[in-house]
Each structure stands twice: as C-alpha cells, then as structure tokens.
C-alpha cells in the first residue's frame, strides 16, 4: 500500500530565501507525481506534474524533482516571497488506480 | 475549458436535513473524486469514479452519504440526514492519464455548515 509523507510539517523562512519541501513515497512504482499549493479556505491549485520517466519540471520560481529509486520528490523555491506563504501537498499515482495525498507542508515566508 | 465546477460555495443547513452538493467535471477527464477537509483530519478521500463507475467508497463515512454519477458530465455527494459533524469543506477533482489538462483539477470546493 502506497505510502506518502512530507516533511517538514510547518516551515517558516525569511523573504528572499531558497527553499526545498520534500514529499517521500513508499512504492516507487508511480505513474506520475503532481504539487499543489492550498491557500487558507481556497482549494487546491495544480502547480507542477511529473511523469515518472522525467526528472524535474519548472514552471518560474518553482522546480520539482523526482527521484523514483529513492521514493523522493522535492520542490524548490527560489528567492521565496511572502505570496508563496501556503500550503504545500504532493499526490502521486500508481499502476493500479491507487491515488495517495500526502499530508503537506504549511510554508509561512515572513516579510 | 471552465475548470472543475462545484455547486453550492456554501451551505449552511440543519441538522437532519438533506443535502445535495453538486461537480461538473473537467470534459474528458474519466475520473471523478470526492474528497472532504478539515483541520483535524486533513484531506480525505471519500469516493472515486472511473468512466462514471464508483471504483472505490471506502472513505464514506456511513450510509448516510451516497454519491452518483449519472454521466460524465454530473456528479452529486448527498448526505441524508446531515449532522455537525459533517461540517467540512468537500471538494471534488477529475483527474485524466494523457492529455493537456493531465493530472488532478479540483473545484473550489463547497463549504457544508450543519448546526
């Protein structure tokens, strides 16, 4: 059974800095891996996917990797901004109609 | 494309009433979930469907909730009869394999009150 966890469950940064949230997955036999960010009372906006035959994807600031022996996806942000205080989750897919949410990261980037 | 729509934004009802929350999917996706989120239980899946068959309803609560999907276009969450304790925000997502839109969209999501 497919198992994800994100670690750290809160993290709080200074504006400006470079940051990297990690998202760890059990059964590396994934299809593909998809972040989101969640506003406070908002729902949740798609931000990168992976396919699992890729290595990383950017899309501005932000750059996911995955690495599918290690079971490990990581999320970089670039010179952090308060706006991108929110919080961070990862989904992944598996062969087999088996879609798991991680718990997420709440990110508070201080002015 | 509009995105994922969901119906109501907000519901505030009593306890014991029925209540119908409603999701158009994206257009070509073939799978459709419910999920349900509070603070103290996170992101919940409740039921999922694919090619507007239920796949999986093991995250439902109880028999008081039900959910259909008439056609790949619709599909609705009913609680009957409501309780607090159903207060959450449920969101549904369609999720497609291939194409543009690949991946999970979800819906603004419908904020249930019982009281």
């Known amino acids: 059974k497919q198992e994800v966890t994100q670690i750290p469950a809160a993290l709080s940064v200074p504006e400006g800095e470079n940051l990297v949230l990690n998202c760890s997955f059990t059964?590396?036999?994934?299809?593909?891996l998809q972040w989101f960010r969640q506003d406070p009372g908002k729902g949740l906006t798609s931000l990168l996917l992976?396919?699992?035959?890729?290595r990383e994807q950017t899309s501005g600031r932000l750059n996911a990797s995955l690495d599918k022996s290690s079971g490990r996806s990581t999320l970089y942000i670039a010179a952090s901004q308060p706006g991108d205080s929110a919080t961070y989750l990862c989904?992944?897919?598996?062969?087999?109609?088996?879609?798991?949410f991680g718990p997420g990261t709440r990110l508070s980037v201080l002015p | 494309d509009a995105g994922v729509i969901q119906s109501p934004r907000h519901e505030v009802t009593e306890m014991g009433q029925e209540v119908t929350l409603r999701c158009k999917p994206i257009?070509?996706?073939?799978?459709l979930f419910w999920y349900r989120q509070t603070m103290m239980r996170g992101l919940e899946l409740l039921i999922y469907?694919?090619?507007?068959?239920?796949?999986?309803d093991s995250g439902m609560p109880e028999d008081r909730f039900s959910a259909k999907m008439p056609n790949a276009s619709f599909s609705t969450l009913k609680i009957q009869p409501s309780e607090p304790r159903d207060s959450a925000v449920y969101f549904c997502?369609?999720?497609?394999?291939?194409?543009?839109?690949?991946?999970?969209?979800f819906g603004s999501g419908t904020r249930l009150t019982v009281v």
């Open positions: 989904a992944v897919y598996n062969y087999g109609q088996n879609f798991v």
């Open positions: 059964d590396s036999a994934i299809y593909n």
């Open positions: 992976i396919q699992s035959s890729q």
């Open positions: 257009s070509g996706h073939d799978y």
């Open positions: 469907f694919n090619n507007n068959v239920p796949i999986d």
């Open positions: 997502a369609s999720w497609a394999l291939t194409g543009i839109s690949r991946g999970y969209t």
